[in-house]
């Protein structure tokens, strides 16, 4: 695991549980213009994410969520912190600014080069 003090991996956790939240705020907008949604139906079809979704803003959105919920998982065990590609630390920097990150700088360029589409969606 990366070498982060208590007040990094609080602050760390912070930026995670925003993010989630944020990402959270904006599908529920997202789907208050298609379907009249309320909180509890967003949990419920967040746990059951339909195969005919077709909104690739939402795609990536869900998406976003799933890798925060897996850091957010990670954060309390051993793994957390570090490259899922290479292993070494993703830099304490780097996960502020991006909470869902799973790979290190160097091997994200890499993950760009190989999935073009699924890492640079165009807006
Ligand atoms: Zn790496």
Redesign the pocket.
């Known amino acids: 695991m990366a070498n982060f003090t208590e007040d990094q991996l609080v602050q760390l956790k912070a930026a995670l549980q925003k993010r989630y939240l944020e990402l959270q705020h904006e599908i529920r907008d997202e789907l208050a213009h298609t379907q009249d949604i309320s909180a509890d139906e967003l949990t419920e079809y967040l746990n059951n994410i339909p195969d005919d979704i077709d909104t690739a803003l939402i795609d990536r959105q869900i998406n976003e969520m799933l890798e925060l919920e897996m850091s957010m998982r990670y954060l309390s065990e051993l793994e957390f912190g570090d490259?899922?590609?290479?292993?070494?630390e993703?830099g304490f920097e780097r996960l502020l600014a991006y909470p869902s990150a799973q790979?290190?700088i160097?091997?994200?360029v890499q993950f760009e080069k190989a999935f073009p589409k699924e890492s640079n969606p165009s807006l």
Do not use: A, L, T, V
């Open positions: 490259c899922i590609d290479c292993g070494s993703i790979r290190c160097q091997c994200q």
